[in-house]
């Protein structure tokens, strides 16, 4: 249990367009979600949190505008990087917490998704 | 000072060795501790958690808790080539929605 998937697993896209990454709970209903990015050789960076139905929640230094989440439904959050530029290359990761009380104080990781900025 | 302290290695060891891996942590109100295993290009994956202090152990893996000691280990029995990824501790506290993570120890297993 507690598989959480990531798509697209590897996205390249030119600089300006934007490219939106899903991240799903697949066996488990996820309050809450974590994205974070993480570049080679370095440990993960917490982006933000997004509890479903409302507004995400930023770590400082994480622009909102240009990293857009969605929480829409308890399986499901989405991230848009906007007009994506190549210092947004990075390795982002997702992952879930459930309700379910050995789900509850853990997160599970979906596999990541690499994106690459031309 | 980081939250969380933990070794970035590399640490390489023969197969078959016990490995021993470990963090330190400043606050004291963490209650909730877990290891995490990440293979490259992949995302973590789950391994051992455990709750306040005492030891857990699941197959060739045993997570152990000191909470006086603000210290917590992952012990690897028989290590296998397969076992060669970053290994990230992480914990929270009760009340806390963020899991505060090591920055991971890099792992290599020799044939």
């Known amino acids: 249990g507690a598989v959480v998937s990531q798509h697209p697993s590897r996205v390249i896209c030119k600089s300006g367009t934007s490219v939106k990454i899903e991240c799903r709970s697949l066996d488990f209903q996820a309050t809450t979600m974590f994205w974070y990015r993480q570049f080679p050789k370095q440990s993960l960076m917490l982006m933000a949190t997004s509890n479903e139905g409302s507004k995400a929640t930023y770590e400082q230094g994480v622009e909102k505008d240009k990293f857009l989440i969605n929480h829409a439904s308890l399986t499901l959050s989405t991230l848009t990087v906007t007009s994506a530029h190549p210092e947004d290359s990075s390795f982002y990761i997702c992952s879930a917490r459930g309700e379910g009380s050995a789900q509850q104080e853990t997160q599970y990781f979906g596999p990541g998704t690499r994106l690459l900025v031309l | 000072q980081k939250e969380v302290e933990q070794d970035p290695g590399p640490l390489s060891v023969p197969e078959g060795a016990i490995v021993s891996l470990n963090c330190t942590y400043s606050?004291?109100?963490?209650?909730?501790f877990m290891w995490y295993r990440q293979y490259s290009r992949k995302g973590p994956e789950l391994l051992m958690y455990?709750?306040?202090?005492g030891n857990k152990e699941d197959g060739r893996f045993t997570a152990q808790v000191d909470k006086s000691s603000k210290y917590i280990s992952l012990f690897i029995r028989d290590s296998q080539p397969s076992d060669s990824a970053t290994y990230l501790c992480a914990m929270k506290n009760s009340s806390a929605s963020k899991i505060i993570f090591g920055s991971g120890t890099r792992l290599s297993i020799r044939p």
């Open positions: 606050n004291s109100a963490f209650q909730y």
């Open positions: 455990t709750y306040s202090s």
